[in-house]
């Protein structure tokens, strides 16, 4: 017999399945409600948390797992997201006809998600604009602006697991949203009624439609035109991660001049299965091994990575030093090579990284003469700076050409610094030799991170309740010298959940939950004096780093 919780539960499943429109989580909600009236615990538990509280939209619009119930990505949730969202717009003073662009990559279900939205849009009156195929999360940032839109929808989960989709919102300027745009959508949100007051009907009715790819083609020559004159001759391997990057960038590479890269085969196709790596995500271990091995097998001068959606960019490099004799660098190291080629050139105007990225930026735009802005993690607060320049981010993610895409974009950094490599392969160096230059000049600033993946989300809350009650005094052998709690904000920064620590010796940590992942990021940096060398300055930073990571695992208990 079944329980009155369970009860309920199935009874919120039963009006859930009168309204969904999609065949297939209709069956996948039977199949699960047919166990639960047959008495099986765990489908009982599964079903609890379809409806336990519904996605929450926020600053990252929508993300997790596909699936039946108000818990899950799917074509219900979609719906009433582009519904709060078109309400939204119209509500803030968007006229109607006016045109929103939609985008979307290969995961499973973006094709029809975007479809969806569109069909929102345009029952609401606004004009919806698709994108004609699944392609970059930058090019549906560069078309908000190229077409003057109100806004931009990107069906997209980025670098997540296969099982999850995701929904990112821009507004009109190009930039993702941020307070209070994310409470103000949220709340058309949850204001929409039952689905079938929605009103959908085909994208054509108010003047939208697919567009053609005259909208690529003007993406693809804006990035190519980044490129100055200059060497050419770089031998390049590239892996798009079965993601949508595949097209993109060797075409940006060919019109710019340089030889077609050596891809992946069996990376090259997008899958939303992504069948040859763990986790589709060009930092996490083994995620780009086959790329260093045929780079590794070809000669090649550099290895390039695209994230799923190719706004991230990731590079290996050769190093004698390293295991296997290649190298990838750190978001923070890629940072500083495309920082010291846009200074060099003279490029005046706002050079901006997050909080949790190395220092160093800023050390090197003082140097230059140029102003340096800091901001909370994420290209929805870098992206919409005031003269903005450049704008990176240690998570892979680089804003090379702000006029055009106000957001991260893993094809234009990619040929920046595939210019960059031809450079110094052409004067005889390498970007190691660039990277030990910098820190010659500005000191080595050496950064790490430790990041702990949980299944139990109360695990980080725990860890972040631990480190504010019982601080830790020294990190890394240092006297530890200011502690911010980042939730109270400050003159320049909005509240956000994480702690900074700064110690006696420069050292610095940022702890704070993953805005999209379930994790806890510890983030590290040190900085060491170059004065024998930049090798003896890297074996002092490596022990530094080793000292700070073990000692904030212990305090934050992970």
């Excluded at 429109?21 to 099986?40: C, I, K, L, N």
């Excluded at 091994?289 to 959606?309: E, H, I, K, M, Y």
Aim: with cysteine; proline share 6%; glycine share 10%.
């Amino acid at each position: 017999m079944t329980t009155p919780d369970t009860d309920v539960l199935i009874t919120r499943a039963q009006a859930w399945l009168a309204e969904d429109p999609d065949e297939h989580t209709r069956d996948e909600m039977t199949r699960v409600v047919a166990a639960v009236q047959a008495g099986d615990a765990d489908a009982r538990d599964d079903l609890a948390d379809r409806f336990r509280g519904t996605l929450e939209f926020g600053t990252a619009g929508l993300r997790g797992a596909l699936g039946a119930g108000p818990n899950r990505m799917n074509r219900v949730v979609v719906i009433r997201a582009a519904a709060g969202l078109a309400s939204y717009l119209l509500q803030e003073g968007t006229d109607p006809g006016t045109p929103v662009v939609i985008g979307y990559d290969a995961r499973h279900n973006s094709d029809v998600f975007a479809r969806d939205t569109a069909e929102v849009m345009a029952g609401a009156g606004l004009k919806p604009l698709l994108l004609p195929r699944p392609l970059p999360t930058p090019l549906l940032a560069f078309a908000i602006r190229e077409l003057g839109c109100a806004a931009g929808v990107m069906v997209t989960a980025s670098h997540n697991p296969p099982q999850d989709n995701g929904y990112k919102v821009y507004l009109g300027d190009g930039s993702q949203i941020v307070p209070p745009a994310d409470s103000g959508i949220a709340e058309r949100i949850a204001a929409v009624g039952n689905l079938a007051s929605v009103r959908r009907v085909p994208l054509d009715t108010t003047g939208g439609r697919v567009l053609d790819e005259g909208i690529v083609d003007a993406y693809l020559d804006t990035v190519a035109a980044i490129a100055g004159d200059g060497p050419r001759d770089l031998a390049i391997v590239y892996t798009p991660l079965h993601g949508v990057g595949g097209g993109a960038l060797p075409a940006v590479l060919e019109t710019a001049g340089f030889s077609a890269p050596t891809i992946v085969a069996e990376q090259e196709q997008p899958d939303p299965d992504f069948p040859t790596v763990a986790f589709p995500n060009p930092e996490e271990p083994g995620a780009i091994d086959r790329a260093v091995a045929l780079a590794q097998r070809t000669g090649a001068d550099l290895v390039v990575a695209n994230d799923p959606d190719a706004d991230r960019c990731a590079l290996a490099v050769p190093d004698a030093g390293a295991d296997g004799g290649w190298r990838m660098l750190r978001g923070d190291e890629v940072g500083a090579l495309l920082a010291d080629h846009l200074l060099k050139a003279g490029r005046a105007g706002v050079y901006a990284t997050s909080i949790v990225s190395s220092s160093l930026l800023g050390t090197m735009a003082r140097a230059a003469g140029q102003r340096y802005a800091e901001t909370l993690t994420g290209f929805k607060w870098i992206g919409r700076l005031p003269d903005l320049v450049f704008g990176y981010e240690e998570a892979l993610g680089y804003c090379v050409d702000p006029t055009h895409v106000a957001d991260k974009d893993g094809v234009s950094a990619a040929l920046m610094l595939c210019e960059i490599a031809a450079e110094a392969k052409a004067a005889g160096r390498s970007l190691t030799d660039l990277l030990d230059d910098i820190a010659v000049a500005h000191g080595l600033h050496a950064t790490d991170q430790l990041s702990v993946r949980v299944t139990d989300l109360s695990l980080i809350a725990a860890a972040m309740e631990r480190l504010r009650t019982q601080p830790p005094a020294v990190l890394g052998g240092s006297e530890v010298t200011a502690a911010d709690d980042l939730t109270r904000g400050s003159a320049d920064l909005p509240p956000t959940d994480g702690l900074r620590y700064r110690t006696a010796d420069g050292s610095r940590v940022v702890v704070r939950p993953s805005g999209t992942e379930p994790k806890l990021k510890c983030y590290l940096e040190v900085v060491v004096p170059v004065v024998d060398g930049v090798d003896g300055a890297r074996e002092v930073a490596t022990a530094k780093l080793a000292a700070l990571r073990a000692d904030i695992a212990a305090a934050a208990g992970i």
